[in-house]
C-alpha cells in the first residue's frame, strides 16, 4: 500500500483546509484509514479515523470541526478543516491499517497563523 498526502498550506485562525490522501497498490485488505498530526517536540497523535465500513471517530480537539470522509471508488480518504486554530499546526499524516501492517503517507504541513 502507498499513501500519498496532500493539501496542506498556511491559513489564517479560523480558516479552512482540505487534505486528501490518496491510496495505490493493494488496497482491497484496508480495515481502516485515519489521519494523524505531529507538531514539533510532541509525539504523533491521531486526529481522525474512518473504518471500511464508515464508522468514524475524532479526537477531542477536533469534534466539531474537522470531518473525515472516504471516497471508495477514488480511493482516496479527506479531511475537512474547518474553524483552524494555531493549536492545530502539525505535520500530517495519512495511516492505513490492513489486518497485518500499519502504512504511512509522507505527511503534509498545516500552518495556522494566528
Known amino acids: 500500500v502507498q499513501l500519498q498526502a496532500s493539501g496542506g498550506g498556511l491559513v489564517q485562525a479560523g480558516g479552512s483546509l482540505r487534505l486528501s490522501c490518496v491510496a495505490s497498490?493493494?488496497?482491497?485488505?484496508?480495515?481502516?484509514m485515519a489521519w494523524y498530526r505531529q507538531a514539533p517536540g510532541k509525539q504523533r497523535e491521531l486526529v481522525a479515523s474512518i473504518s471500511s465500513g464508515g464508522s468514524t471517530n475524532y479526537a477531542d480537539s477536533v469534534k466539531g470541526r474537522f470531518t473525515i470522509s472516504r471516497n471508495a471508488t477514488k480511493n482516496t480518504m479527506y479531511q475537512q478543516m474547518n474553524d483552524l486554530k494555531p493549536e492545530d499546526t502539525a505535520v500530517y499524516y495519512c495511516n492505513a491499517l490492513t489486518g497485518v501492517k500499519s502504512y504511512w503517507g509522507q505527511g503534509t504541513q498545516v500552518t495556522v497563523s494566528s
Open positions: 497498490g493493494t488496497i482491497f485488505n484496508i480495515n481502516r
